[in-house]
Each structure stands twice: as C-alpha cells, then as structure tokens.
C-alpha cells in the first residue's frame, strides 16, 4: 500500500469535518494513515482514494461505521473530573427536584463513549432520589463510535476500573462476572437509554428539553464555528435554567452564547 498523499489527506479531512464536526490539522496525517492502514489492508485497496471512494459510495452504512469507529479518540474513566459530580449531587438535583413538576429527570450524556460517565450519572441519580417518591431518573446517553456504545449496553468493566468508585456502589451497583470483571447490574442499567447520535445533525429530534446535558471532552476536535453551531443547539434544547457541563480542558470563552458561566467547566442557561 502507498502512503497517504497531501490530496488524500484532505479529502479525508474533509469528509469527517463536514460529517462529524472533527478537525484533523495537518499534523494529524501519520495519525490518519495508521488508523486507518488495517481497514485499507482488509478490504484490499491500494490507495487511500480507492478506500475514499468506497467511503463515500457504500450505501449499506458499513464503511462509515468502521471510519468513526476508528478516527475517534475514546478515552475515558469512572469518576473523571470528580467535581461536577459533586456539584451535581449539591446543587444540580436539588434545583431539579424543586423546580420539576412532573418527577422527571431529564439528563442528556452526549458523548457517552464506553458508559463509564453515563453510569456514574445514574447511580448518582438513583441514589439522590431513591427515598424521595416516584421520580423518573431514566437519563438519555449518545455517541456517534457504535463500537463503544457496544461497549456501554453491556456495562462490562474490570475490578480495576471500579477501583475509584465508593465500597457501596461496588456492592450495591455492580454484580461480579469473574475474578477479574463485574457488570452494572440490570437496575441500573435498564435507567439508560443508549442511542447512535451524529452532534452534527441540524436539529435535535428530542420532544421535551433538557435539565442538564454532560458534553466533556467532545468539542476538543471542534473547531469554534463548529462548537458555536452545537451550542446553541445544545441552548436550544434546554429548558431555562438548565445546566451544562464540558470538559475542563474547554472553555467557551470564544463562543457567541447566552449560556452564564457558572464555575469552570460549568455554565447555565438563562
């Protein structure tokens, strides 16, 4: 197989920018090329155009599947950036429980990657409202890698992954698979709905608005037009007062928006 030409590389770049929102600089081809190398290899082309060509002209959805798949970056972990959780048990859920007329919990996990954060979301849910009545803590977790909602459904994760998380969520959360595995346990998760979600679709399809949405560390490979466009969806699909939550390595400092900064990584809409 040749190497990857200039020309490749932008047309490649180009068609996860316009389908994905992703940014691949120029010092990103190396990249591009050995996550990719396998695929090419696989189904036999020669070239990175031959592989562009069936990209762009399957119709099954296969070939975009394996793409995503392999240019996104899921790195993630239980309890990661602990200080939003907190704040969420605080502050987010008691605004929740006393402002929601109906018991329901609307919390949208964008970005879900393997399940570690979404699952987090919901043991914390089910623990706050556990003694407070009949409350709909069901939440909403997405992402556009279908190889790590897989991953997410079956709540599957070593004893060393849990490690950070408290001895009664260990208990009362998880059931044991082997020495070396545990499972979330069908309680928990049964409360999450997983979805395959492009961010880059031009409207959300959601019927009811949002009370929180947790989208950290997505928009690292957006660049501003593109996390302006998706903020203000994300704005668009909340309900006054909402809160959203990115990561502590975003900001949204160059972004037109009416959210309020609340505390880093924190903002709120009006």
């Known amino acids: 197989m040749q190497d990857m030409t200039d020309k490749e590389f932008s047309i490649i770049s180009n068609y996860i920018k316009n389908n994905y929102g992703i940014s691949l600089a120029g010092d990103k081809k190396s990249l591009v090329y050995s996550r990719l190398k396998n695929t090419l290899d696989k189904k036999g082309f ?7 060509d069936y990209l762009v002209n399957d119709k099954t959805g296969t070939a975009s599947i394996t793409f995503i798949d392999k240019m996104t970056t899921n790195h993630t972990f239980f309890m990661r950036e602990v200080d939003h959780f907190e ?18 919990v609307r919390i949208w996990c964008a970005g879900c990657s393997s399940g570690e954060e979404s699952y987090t979301l919901e043991m914390i849910l089910t623990d706050y409202f556990k003694n407070k009545g009949n409350w709909d803590t069901e939440l909403l977790a997405t992402d556009i890698s279908t190889a790590v909602l897989k991953k997410a459904i079956t709540g599957i994760y070593t004893k060393d992954q849990i490690k950070p998380l408290s001895e009664d969520w260990k208990n009362n959360y998880f059931k044991s698979i082997n020495d070396r595995q545990v499972q979330v346990t069908d309680d928990i998760k049964r409360k999450i709905t997983y979805r395959k979600f492009n961010l880059m679709e031009p409207k959300f399809p959601f019927k009811k608005k949002f009370q929180t949405i947790f989208c950290r560390n997505v928009m690292i490979y ?10 203000k969806k994300f704005y668009d699909a909340s309900e006054k007062g909402a809160y959203l939550f ?15 900064y609340v505390m880093p990584a924190v903002y709120r809409k009006k």
């Open 46 to 52: 020669k070239t990175f155009s031959e592989y562009y």
């Open 87 to 104: 704040y969420l048990k605080t502050t987010v859920l008691p605004y929740i429980e006393s402002t929601s007329i109906d018991k329901d």
């Open 222 to 231: 957006f660049d501003d037009a593109t996390r302006t466009k998706l903020i």
């Open 246 to 260: 990115i990561g502590h390595s975003e900001t949204l400092n160059n972004i037109e928006t009416d959210y309020e």
